[in-house]
Each structure stands twice: as structure tokens, then as C-alpha cells.
């Protein structure tokens, strides 16, 4: 009989049993005069004991604001050393930190702000181009769970200052008696049914995928880790920070919003060992004009993540880079999110042709999607995922988490596998047409339910076709209303403001019909055909990835 496509990550390692702050404060009774983060462009600098000293304040702040353990605390900024300060203070609290994509606009604000039931709305005044005051004051009166709104430029230094009203032994109280399986963060996924799905972590969920992916990578508190990725998503915020404070690591912060030059200039300057980006960041750097002025030399380690890595992207970081223990990391907002990995040591060949093998603590079952059983080694099928890591559910939203979390707790992840020989997996498809843009996932559905609002879209279909910068971009396939004549830029300059600018469509082509079978379903996999043939795309959907 053939090995079947089952493995566990036995680990001689056992998880953390505890809460967050806990294995904070753990970190700064070790190496409490260590860098804890750095943030340049902000000129802010925490060692460990500073950092938890902040935290406390914080946390105490939003106690004497009215907060309490299970409250939803929101927080829309880019990457700032508040964003990290406030991730540690709701955990010491046992708030629930709601991260909020910097690029949301009005509608998706007000959703998310309304699914969650966000109490305390943490903001930035804006970014960018946006202005997160007004769009705030625009849904405000909409979202009647919405208390009070800090916008971080007017009100940090108070909240800090209101720690003063609320005893510490108040705080240690609360912290004793929050439990790990608490739920302490909800991050917005897409969904297929056209609103976003808050995923539900735990502290157990978040510190231990942290902590296994540190461990990965060989972090001690030697380590200085740049993190050019965003917050708000896991990759920030749990292969980033997380990963570094169960080691004592260092969290250096180059820029607001990922810039190659500001990144590269921040390796040098902070002497960083590890550097973190989906690919599309990695191309920036290597094919920017000025790449050679800057020394890497200081880097061992990092991971490169978040969407399909071109082999020859991979070889370069290796070697023009020097990075000699890059990684590949593989997962999904649900699932904490890592659940594959490479190994600092895997050959060369492994590192850039497969996503790793399981991680520790983890089961992953590839299985036939229809009759849902495990496949053979060798067969492709659906990814499954089961373990310490699994989301809790989401948020408010039984039915989606039935169809996500089987009766018996594995997470269908939609990703199809080939698990090897050797238990390594290569990830060769998706079940369900989610695009991945620059590491940004973008749920087709939800495009094309939002095109539908213009009145001069009759019908619309939404694909993901292939980049060489991006990995995918978005394609809208348009049916007008008979007598319409809008065109792409103008439909475009139209979805400016109302959903996050990823999201709009960069290629556009107005039909009369779409391909369907028999049976009345949309053929996208003929959409994508024809639309790679027409735009040229042929080489860049020829770009071999892991």
C-alpha cells in the first residue's frame, strides 16, 4: 500500500502555555537591556525593559478609558512603533486587537468596524494619500458600537497619562487571570461571499507560531530583525514580532510602508541578521538602481512568504543577498498563519522549489477534495491543516467557519498539494480562484460584488492573470448595460476611495458574454487563458515558483 500524504511535526519542544504578556515579561526578565524595537524613521528606540514599562501604560490607559478583557480595541495605522506597543498592551489587558488594512476605504471600514464590534477605534490621521480622519467621520455615525476614537497624533501621549488613574496591581490582576486560549486577535481575511471573514486567534495560537517559526530560524537575542511587511497581516505581527519577542530578538521597523531603498539602508545601518518580504518586495531590492551601494553582509536568515516565490528570485537572494539561510514559509491567516516552513539547512534545490516541510506541533493531510480522502504521496489534493494553530473560528460567522473547520478540526485551507516522498510539499493550485497580488490576498467575489453597484455593469467577472512583479494581478471581464459606454480608466478612477487600491482592477475587458459550460457556470480558467494570450503575458505565466 502507498504512503499516504499524512505528516506531524513531532517536536521534542513542547508549546507555550501561557498568554502573551506573560512570555513578554518572561523575555525582559532575561534581556531586559536589549534592543527590543527599533523604528528609524520615527527615531524611537525600546529595550525590552522600556518596552514593557510602555505597554503597562497603555494597557492601563485604555482600562481607565473604559476598556475590559474581551472588548474589541480596533487600530488602522501603517507600521509604527505605537502599532507594536498597542499589540502588547490589549494582550496584558486581554483586549482583542482588530487589525485594520491601512488600504481599506470607507466601506470596508465600516464593516469591519461593525462585524467586530469595535468599542475603541485606535487611527492614524492618514497615510499616504489617505486621510483616516475623514473617512472615519464619514461611517462614524453608522456604527453604533463605536465608543471613542484616539487618533495616535492627538492622543497617544494621553492615553499614556491616563495609566496614571488605574492602579498597576489592577493590571497584574487582570493579567493573572486571562488564560491562553483566550481570543486576543481578529484579522480580516476576504471571502468568498463577498464580505471579509474575521479570523479569531488565540494567544496560544499566535505565541506559539511565533515562537516555532524563531525557533526555525535559529533566533537568539543576537538577532536584529528587519520587518518591512505590514502589521496588520500575520506576517508582521507574528512571523515578525512575535517570532522576536519569544527570543529576544530585536524588531526593527525601516518604513511606514515597505520602501526598497529604506529597507536596504535599514539592514545596513541597524546591522540586521534576518530580513522578511513577500517576493515582489526581494525584486524591488535586487533591481534597484542603488542595490550595490548597500552592505548585506551583516544578514544569515529571513523568510519569504505570502505568495508564489519565482526559483530565480530565490537563488539571488541567496547569493547576490547573501543570505545564505533564506526560507519559505507557508500558511493562511486561519491558521496562525504558518504551517510549513523551510529549514535554514535544507539544500538549495529544496529552499526554492517547495514550501518546506510541516512545522512543529502540526498535522497536514493532503486529501481528493471530493471524497475527502488522504491521497497518496505524490497526488495532488487539498491541503488540510490540524493542531495548536487552527483559528478558533470567525468572528461572528458560524456558517463560514463550519465550511473552513471540519467536525473533527481540520482547517481546509482551498490550496492544492503535492506532499513528496520526503514530506515535502509543493503548492500547485487553488480550489477556490483567490488572487494573490504582491501578498495581498484578493477574493474575486468581492470585486466583482462591489463592480456590480455601478449602474453601468450589467455583469462582471473578476480573475487573477499572471505578473512577473506582482505574481497576479486583477482582471475585470465587464458585461454593460445595454447603451453604457464607461470605460476601464473610468470605472477604475470610480473605485478610487471605495475599496483598497489592490484591489481595483488593473486590466479590463468589456464582453458581450463570458465562456460557460454547459451547465451555465463561468469558465474563469478559459478567461485566464484567452486574457494571458491577448496581454502577452505568456513569460510571466511561464515563471517557475515553490
Known amino acids: 500500500m502507498p504512503d499516504l500524504s499524512y505528516v506531524h511535526g513531532a517536536s521534542e519542544k513542547p508549546l507555550l502555555g501561557e498568554p502573551i504578556f506573560h512570555n513578554l515579561r518572561r523575555t525582559a526578565a532575561r534581556v531586559g537591556g536589549n534592543d527590543a524595537l527599533v523604528v528609524p524613521h520615527q527615531n524611537y528606540r525600546a529595550t525590552y525593559r522600556e518596552l514593557i514599562a510602555q505597554c503597562e501604560d497603555v494597557a492601563r490607559g485604555l482600562l481607565a478609558r473604559g476598556v475590559k478583557t474581551g472588548d474589541r480595541v ?3 495605522a501603517p507600521n509604527r512603533y505605537e ?101 486576543i486577535n481578529i484579522q480580516y481575511t476576504s471571502g468568498t461571499t463577498g464580505f471579509p471573514k474575521g479570523a479569531t486567534l488565540t494567544h496560544h ?18 538577532d536584529r530583525v528587519c520587518i518591512p511587511v505590514p502589521f496588520y497581516h500575520c506576517f508582521g505581527m507574528v512571523l515578525g514580532n512575535l517570532a522576536c519577542t519569544t ?30 518580504g513577500v517576493p515582489t518586495m526581494f525584486i524591488g531590492e535586487l533591481e534597484h538602481p542603488r542595490f550595490k551601494e548597500f552592505d548585506f553582509s551583516t544578514l544569515r536568515t529571513g523568510i519569504m512568504a505570502g505568495s508564489p516565490c519565482p526559483v530565480e528570485v530565490m537563488k539571488k537572494v541567496n547569493t547576490l543577498m547573501h543570505i545564505p539561510e533564506m526560507t519559505i514559509a507557508f500558511g493562511m491567516t486561519e491558521t496562525s498563519p504558518v504551517s510549513t516552513q523551510c529549514a535554514t539547512d535544507d539544500p538549495l534545490e529544496r529552499r526554492v522549489s517547495t514550501v518546506g516541510r510541516v512545522h512543529p506541533h502540526v498535522e497536514i493531510k493532503i486529501i481528493d477534495p471530493t471524497t475527502g480522502a488522504v491521497v497518496a504521496r505524490g497526488t495532488r489534493g487539498e491541503l488540510c491543516s490540524r493542531g495548536y494553530l487552527v483559528m478558533r473560528g470567525y468572528w461572528n460567522n458560524e456558517e463560514a467557519t463550519r465550511q473552513a ?67 497576479e494581478e486583477v482582471m475585470a471581464w465587464i458585461k454593460l448595460r445595454e447603451g453604457a459606454s464607461a470605460t476601464g480608466d473610468e470605472l477604475a478612477a ?24 454547459v451547465t451555465g457556470k463561468v469558465q474563469k480558467f478559459k478567461m485566464r487563458e484567452s486574457s494571458i494570450e491577448e496581454l502577452g503575458l505568456e513569460k510571466a505565466a511561464g515563471v517557475r515558483t515553490a
Open 74 to 76: 480596533g487600530i488602522w
Open 83 to 183: 502599532w507594536v506597543v498597542t499589540q502588547y498592551a490589549t494582550a496584558a489587558m486581554g483586549a482583542i486587537l482588530v487589525n485594520i488594512n491601512p488600504a481599506y476605504r470607507t466601506s470596508e471600514l465600516e464593516y469591519a468596524l461593525n462585524q467586530s464590534g469595535i468599542s475603541f477605534f485606535i487611527l492614524a490621521a492618514g497615510f499616504r494619500q489617505a486621510d483616516y480622519r475623514a473617512m472615519l467621520a464619514e461611517v462614524k455615525g453608522r456604527c453604533p458600537d463605536l465608543r471613542e476614537a484616539l487618533v495616535l497624533e492627538d492622543g497617544w501621549d494621553a492615553l499614556k497619562r491616563d495609566a496614571s488613574k488605574v492602579d498597576v496591581a489592577a493590571l497584574r490582576e487582570i493579567e493573572e487571570s486571562l488564560q491562553f486560549d483566550d481570543p
Open 205 to 222: 495560537n499566535i505565541l506559539n507560531n511565533g515562537f516555532f517559526i524563531g525557533e526555525t530560524l535559529h533566533y537568539t537575542e543576537k
Open 247 to 276: 527570543h529576544g530578538a530585536t524588531m526593527v521597523i525601516p518604513a511606514e510602508a515597505y520602501d526598497p531603498v529604506l529597507t536596504m539602508q535599514t539592514v545596513q545601518q541597524e546591522r540586521c541578521t534576518s530580513l522578511y
Open 405 to 471: 473547520i471540519d467536525d473533527a478540526r481540520w482547517m481546509h485551507t482551498g490550496d492544492l498539494a503535492i506532499m513528496g516522498d520526503d514530506g515535502y510539499i509543493n503548492i500547485v493550485g487553488r480550489i477556490k480562484d483567490m488572487i494573490i497580488r504582491g501578498g495581498e490576498n484578493i477574493y474575486p467575489r468581492e470585486v466583482e460584488e462591489f463592480l456590480y453597484t455601478h449602474t453601468d455593469v450589467a455583469d462582471v467577472q473578476v480573475i487573477g492573470i499572471p505578473s512577473e512583479k506582482y505574481g
Open 494 to 517: 470610480w473605485c478610487k476611495g471605495k475599496i483598497a487600491s489592490y484591489k481595483i482592477p488593473r486590466h479590463w475587458k468589456f464582453v458581450d458574454s463570458f465562456p460557460m459550460t
